[in-house]
């Protein structure tokens, strides 16, 4: 089993930055992909941003350009740096990945909250 800890939610003001962090209890090594989820009162859980084994990301359109993801294998943690944050953005962050091999299967952490308010 792979265990998955995020950290570093909180209050911020629009126009404001976070940095989200994710740590894994087993290496990273043998994840092919790492994201990070939201879900909003009321709303489904969306795809916020992803990275692959060998580096590539996505974003959501909405945050392109304000959020940026990374991996850190050394350390088995993903990290979410979220800048220009807006209301809109408030929301349960959740932190996945995607293992082969012995651990394979799809993980997720158990949230942390994310909220922008003036």
């Known amino acids: 089993q792979v265990r998955l800890v995020e950290s570093g939610g909180g209050l911020v003001q629009p126009g404001g930055s976070l940095s989200l962090s994710c740590a894994a209890s087993?290496?990273?090594?043998?994840?092919?992909?790492m994201g990070w989820y939201r879900q909003a009162p009321g709303k489904q859980r969306e795809l916020v941003a992803i990275?692959?084994?060998?580096?590539?990301?996505n974003y959501e359109d909405s945050v392109k350009g304000r959020f940026t993801i990374s991996r850190d294998n050394a350390k088995n943690t993903v990290r979410l740096q979220m800048n220009n944050l807006k209301p809109e953005d408030t929301a349960v962050y959740y932190c996945?990945?995607?293992?082969?091999?012995?651990?394979?299967?799809?993980?997720w952490g158990q949230g942390t909250q994310v909220t922008v308010s003036s």
């Open positions: 990275i692959q084994t060998g580096g590539g990301t």
């Open positions: 087993q290496s990273i090594f043998s994840v092919k992909a």
């Open positions: 996945t990945a995607d293992y082969v091999g012995a651990y394979r299967g799809t993980y």
